[in-house]
């Protein structure tokens, strides 16, 4: 999808515009809010994955904004574990409500790709370490 600028929308006093760029922050904000998200991915083009970072916010979210309309793609890695279409269906609800609540544009899509799961590292128990030691 690519990124089209919103018309100017006019005031009394002036007009607003609202960047693509912003309505692609809100949406990685929105989507690594759900639990369960891991991180999100630019990809398997774009390279590596953010986990649970906040460096780059529109990381891995593609949006097509027209004057009233915006539709989103929203790439993510899922945390091992989590039932992936609640963690879809979650992603998507609050992209839209976010979306919509801060720049008033009517959200006609969200669409959700799942990119890979990440398996949180185990931590070495213990006793394995103590069976492992010379005495």
Known sequence: MSTIAADYEKTEIGTIQIAPEVIEVIAGLAAVEVEGVAGMSG???GGIA?????KNLSKGVKVEVGQREAAVDV???VEYGNKIPEIASA?????KRSIEMMT???VVEV???IHDVYFKPTEKLVE???INRVK
């Open 91 to 95: 992603i998507q609800v609050n992209v």
């Open 50 to 54: 953010e986990l649970l970072g906040r």
């Open 111 to 113: 669409n959700v790709h």
């Open 75 to 77: 790439s993510i890695i």
């Open 104 to 106: 008033g544009l009517h």
């Open 128 to 130: 394995e370490e103590s």
């Open 43 to 45: 990809g398997f083009a």
